[in-house]
């Protein structure tokens, strides 16, 4: 990416309008703001101190973990995310990971934008359907939620089709195979995608991408049968979980796009359809699949972007509304801290400064399940663990902060109160508060 005079900056030759940048530059403060809030406040989950982990002891060719209780290659085939590790070395903390995924999804909006140029669309429509993605609750979730190796899939998947709509063979297959090391059911869709293309369009890379699919399938077999392991998948089933739901997904996915993914036409359309059904067969597994800020969504998320590019070379009038539904979307069908009524976490620092102190102490320390938030701060420290279920006093609590007097309170505006807190959330009387961890 270079910057040319004038304001505007380029990707392979093309020039966007500066606001996208100016955009992204802004989602990915407000986000990387938000989620710093959320480590603060001990409330993220397992999955970003399994991550931080397993890169700290990458540095000793291990990719253990003790929240998984075994190398986390065994459960999941992401060898590129082993490419992310030096940086991890260099600044060990949750911070880089938080940063790692914002920037994953911000920089993911260029390449869709350069993408849309490539095609034809004029600027100021890519530019608007860009900041579209960056609006979706899907894209927002990816960065709020816990790290996950899916948030790389927007970023990839516009790489790829930007590389094969220039017909650049080398560079295609080389973002394939990172799309490939991924996540293991990310090798069905390059598959599906790769036959497709053969079918449809150059039978050579097609070809090409079904046989890379079809290799590092056998690759993860074989490496998972030499060690007497399975991937942690969830489970399918046939009859459909919660369609309703997906129903819901589908529309809000499309919704920031100005449902501009269905001009692509039905035949099109149906090249969606493994997308879906993996999220609409997918049993209820840890939370509700179809929810729509969740990792699974981000295969979803990429091709309903890249379609949606096709639906504006159609009809170019339609980006007119995409930000003001984007603005709707993130509003009021958000599942971030966002949404309309919601209010930042407030940050119990005592309980913070403990979490920091388990992650600097030199000896072997167990933490029980249900204290997953000090877990992703302590967890850059390899001696610390995550106990396999939560302690006897486990206390849920609520999921946002719906007070506004009091956030505002925290920040020494208006009234002082007196707040109790559970996981950074004010509760009213009664309310039992969290044992606090030894």
């Known amino acids: 990416m270079t910057f040319r005079k004038g304001g505007g900056f ?19 403060v407000v986000y990387f703001a938000l989620d710093l809030n959320r480590l603060y406040a001990l409330r993220y989950g397992a999955d970003l101190g ?20 075994r190398p986390h290659f065994q459960v999941h085939d992401c060898w590129t995310l082993a490419l992310l590790a030096p940086l991890v070395w260099l600044f060990p903390s949750a911070e880089m990971l938080l940063m790692i995924q914002v920037a994953a999804i911000a920089c993911a909006a260029l390449v869709l934008a350069a993408f849309a140029r490539e095609l034809g669309v004029e600027r100021r429509a890519a530019t608007l359907l860009a900041i579209a993605f960056l609006l979706t609750p899907s894209a927002q979730g990816l960065v709020y939620d816990n790290f ?24 295609t297959l080389v973002i394939a195979q990172l799309l490939l090391g991924l996540k293991e059911d990310e090798l069905l869709f390059v598959a599906w995608f790769g036959v497709a293309c053969a079918f449809l369009w ?7 991408l079904v046989l890379l699919a079809v290799i590092n399938a056998a690759g993860f077999a074989i490496f998972e049968a030499a060690h007497h392991v399975r ?12 369609p309703l739901g997906v129903l819901w997904l589908l529309i809000f996915v499309t919704l920031p796009f100005a449902f501009a993914p269905l001009a692509v036409g039905w035949r099109a359309l149906l090249l969606g359809v493994p997308l879906v059904a993996e999220i609409l067969f997918m049993a209820p597994w840890t939370y509700e699949a179809s929810r729509i800020g969740s990792h699974y969504t981000a295969p979803l998320l990429a091709a309903s972007a890249i379609a949606a590019v096709f639906g504006v070379a159609r009809r170019a009038g339609v980006v007119r509304w995409m930000v003001p539904l984007g603005i709707i979307a993130t509003l009021f069908f958000n599942d971030t801290v966002l949404h309309v009524g919601r209010w930042p976490y407030i940050v119990d620092w005592s309980a913070y400064a403990r979490a920091l102190t388990i992650r600097e102490e030199p000896r072997t320390r167990l933490i029980p399940r249900d204290q997953e938030g000090v877990w992703a701060v302590a967890a ?4 610390v663990r995550l106990a396999l279920r939560a302690g006897p006093h ?3 609590c609520p999921a946002y902060d719906r007070s506004a007097t009091d956030f505002f309170s ?5 009234a002082r109160r007196t707040l109790r807190l559970c996981g950074g959330v004010p509760v009213a009387a009664g309310v039992p508060t969290p044992v606090p961890y030894p």
Do not use: C, K, M
């Not at 850059?380 to 001696?383: A, D, H, I, M």
């Open 10 to 28: 380029s990707w392979g030759g093309r020039v966007a309008h500066p606001l996208l940048l100016y955009a992204a530059i802004l989602f990915g």
């Open 50 to 69: 399994t991550y931080l982990q397993t890169f700290v002891n990458l540095q000793h060719g291990s990719s253990w973990n003790y929240a998984e209780w």
């Open 148 to 171: 996950s190796e899916n948030v790389f899939v927007p970023l990839l998947a516009f790489s790829g089709a930007l590389f094969a709509r220039r017909q650049a063979i080398v560079p």
């Open 202 to 208: 150059e039978r050579r890379l097609g070809v090409a």
């Open 231 to 242: 991937p942690h998948d969830p489970g399918y089933v046939l009859v459909p979980h919660d």
């Open 380 to 383: 850059v420290n390899p001696r």
């Open 394 to 396: 486990a206390v849920f």
């Open 410 to 414: 925290s920040l020494g505006i208006g």
